[in-house]
């Protein structure tokens, strides 16, 4: 072969070597021909692919260059089994290709890359890669890499360590390296069982605990755990002590809980819950790193989620299954957006034409027992129920069962502060809900969300019986939004609630609200906490971009770093910033997605606002967060996997729960 092209000439030898390689692989390669017929049209990923057609001919073959001989030799000598490895947030940095995908899908890219014989993988910025990426494959958080191998990508490794074993992390965590049985079979509590509270509690974590039947024991085994209750009795509220102590010893005498309140040992409760596990090669139940002690608070008194039930309907039990999730992440309150501009699901008993006429549908209503059976099923579960009334904005809904409080009939919103009727109204509805004195109510916590944000007052000013008053009253727009906002704050004031509003009157008004009043920072990029803290006021932060859990593309990452007290001195952070929360607005959720968009990105914020301020790492974070993950999908909560590059995206294929 090698004579028959023979020349004088060393580009024409060069050929005739390179034709002798593509002689070798050509007869390699017919002999998988009825192979590549059969499957050249099959998807790339992960299987045999088609393997390229190429003329082959004398004719053809001396038209081409040396390149182009060596891609095609190259090409046919690419081995025929191609597996996809897959490194999520990963990239191998400088590493690249003429060409790209960009823009493309994965498929697409994947069949890009093949048609090169250089190229060995891409990221998902649509990068081509060389065949050496493999060697220096390093973390980075805005992609994923897929790179080209022979064999099948191997299972990655079970996590090195789930240290400390509990989210969010304790205050306080000490350690042994031993283990103790828990005899599931003879295991009782001692102590304060007779309250109420801490009877129930106990009976809800006994399945969590032992979620699996035991067949045998470890021959040193716990089987009792005292219980101490300084006030079993306490009321719910924001002030109400949490703390908790527990302490597991290593040779199978009683553990030991104490708290100040029935809500401590639920903390407690949970905390040995997640200690516990279930070996399934001895079947039986064992707690490692014994003994542990275990010292406990949160850092913030108030870690919420909102729950928004006007945009989309939330049943009753919907909203349990929540509550009995948020217990997990030792998250205290709902804040429950209960109305809005889109519907009025509350039937007030002394207003029922808001419901009536306010609702989606007939089915798509609380009455005041629904709404009695949830706040309290919260609050057996030491979780608050803060309600939000939002006015004068979000309230367009109102107007279809008493058009009186709306400027005009094409002009729905803000309410209209130049009638009585709208204050009237407002102190019925406030009272529904309050009962007219603190802690009482269908909502008898003491904090009561008013909203008064993103208020537009042009409608005011295009009412002319708005226009008129306001001239009379010689106010302006917004002094006219001064006064409504007052005006309910002294309503809600008056029914023994401390108001809780939206950045905006802050923003307005400043100093000169009532100093009980609480300012909820969530502004992107908002910095009024700071400022309203310097001035004494207290404030909740949920800003808007990292804290709001309908921002899908907000990963828990993210999250997980934000610090409320940024700017602020630790005595004010201390004194004035009350916590905070998750934010999951209604526009895109309901029950059939409302859990994989909270969880588990809500659990990131959970360890923010209960864990030492120090407690910020996401690489010593990410395995325990993995393993929380996968502990709400033991206990039936459908949490997401923590790798989505958006929230409540499905698991991008088979692989196990502390991977994905």
């Known amino acids: 072969f090698f004579f028959f092209f023979f020349s004088s000439s060393p580009r024409k030898n060069m050929r005739a070597l390179l034709l002798l390689c593509l002689c070798a692989a050509t007869c390699h390669a017919i002999s998988r021909w009825e192979w590549r017929r059969q499957y050249h049209q099959k998807q790339l990923a992960n299987q045999k692919p088609a393997e390229p057609h190429f003329d082959i001919s004398r004719a053809k073959l001396e038209t081409l260059s040396p390149a182009e001989l060596m891609n095609m030799v190259q090409t046919l000598a690419r081995p025929t089994e191609v597996y ?24 697409q890219c994947k069949a890009a890359c093949l048609a090169l014989s250089d190229c060995g993988g891409f990221n ?16 980075e958080s805005t992609v994923d890499l897929y790179i080209i191998q022979d064999k099948p990508q191997p299972p990655p490794p079970p996590p090195a360590t789930n240290y400390p074993p509990v989210w969010p992390h304790p205050a306080s965590f000490s350690n042994g390296s031993g283990t103790v049985g828990v005899d ?14 801490v009877s129930a509690a106990i009976q809800r974590y006994m399945p969590l605990i032992f979620p699996h039947k035991q067949m ?66 001895a079947q039986a139940y064992e707690i490692d790193l014994v003994p542990i002690s275990i010292q406990d608070k949160p850092r913030f008194s108030h870690r919420e989620v909102l729950l928004d039930s006007s945009r989309h309907f939330e ?31 509350f039937d007030s008993p002394s207003r029922p034409l808001l419901a009536r006429k306010g609702a989606y549908s007939m089915q798509e209503r609380y009455s005041t027992s629904d709404v009695q059976e949830v706040v309290e099923y919260a609050r057996v579960r030491g979780v608050r129920v803060m ?36 204050f009237d109204l407002l102190t019925d509805l406030f009272n529904d809900v309050t009962g007219g004195k603190r802690g009482a109510g269908l909502f008898p916590d003491n904090m009561m969300h008013l909203g008064g944000d993103e208020v537009n007052p042009s409608c005011w000013s295009s009412t002319p019986s708005v226009a008129d008053w306001m001239k009379k009253e010689g106010l302006d727009t917004n002094g006219a939004y001064e006064y ?41 990029g908002s910095k009024i906490a700071a400022n309203a803290t310097s001035h004494g006021y207290r404030v909740l932060w949920s800003t808007d971009g990292v804290w709001y859990l309908d921002g899908l593309g907000v990963t828990w990452e993210t999250m ?101």
């Not at 996809?84 to 498929?107: I, L």
């Not at 998902?124 to 973390?139: F, W």
């Not at 058009?403 to 009585?420: D, H, K, Q, Y």
């Open 84 to 107: 996809w490895w897959q490194f999520n947030k990963s990239d191998c940095a400088y590493d690249d290709v003429p060409g790209d995908c960009k823009g493309k899908t994965v498929d």
């Open 124 to 139: 998902t910025h649509g990068i081509l890669k060389k065949k050496d990426c493999i060697s220096h494959v390093a973390p």
């Open 184 to 197: 599931a079979s003879h295991f009782v509590f001692h102590g304060a069982v007779s309250s109420p509270d």
């Open 216 to 281: 045998s024991t470890h021959p040193v085994s716990m089987t009792e755990v005292s219980i101490t209750v300084e006030n079993p009795t306490a009321d719910l509220q924001i002030d109400t002590d949490e703390s908790y102590t527990l302490n597991i010893p290593s040779d199978g005498s009683p553990g030991a809980i104490s708290a100040a309140t029935q809500f401590g040992v639920m903390r407690a409760l949970e905390s040995l819950s997640q200690l516990v596990v279930f070996d399934f090669d």
């Open 315 to 345: 049943p009753v039990q919907t909203l349990k299954n929540m509550i009995d999730s948020l217990t997990y992440a030792k998250i205290n309150v709902v804040h429950w957006h209960i109305v809005d501009q889109q519907s009025f699901p």
């Open 387 to 422: 309600v939000e009334i939002d006015t004068p904005g979000h309230a367009a809904c109102w107007c279809n069962g008493y058009p009186e409080i709306c400027p005009s009939t094409t002009c729905l919103e803000p309410l209209n502060p130049a009638t009585n009727a709208t």
């Open 484 to 524: 409504f906002v007052k005006r309910v704050q002294a309503i809600a004031h008056a029914q023994g609630r401390d108001v809780v509003g939206w950045e905006e009157i802050w923003d307005h008004f400043g100093t000169s609200l009532d100093k009980s009043t609480v300012i909820h920072q969530w502004l992107p």
């Open 560 to 660: 997980y770093v934000q610090e409320p007290c940024t700017g602020i001195p630790d005595e004010t952070c201390d004194k004035y910033v009350l916590g905070g929360g998750g934010e999951m607005w209604g526009e895109t959720v309901d029950t059939s997605d409302i859990q994989n968009t909270v969880w588990p990105r809500l659990g990131a914020i959970a360890e923010r606002l209960w864990s030492p301020r120090e407690i910020t790492d996401t690489d010593a974070a990410r395995i325990r967060f993995a393993n929380f993950r996968c502990l709400l999908n033991r206990r039936g909560i459908g949490a997401a996997p923590i790798n989505n590059q958006q929230a409540r995206e499905a698991p991008p294929g088979p692989g196990g729960c502390l991977t994905q």
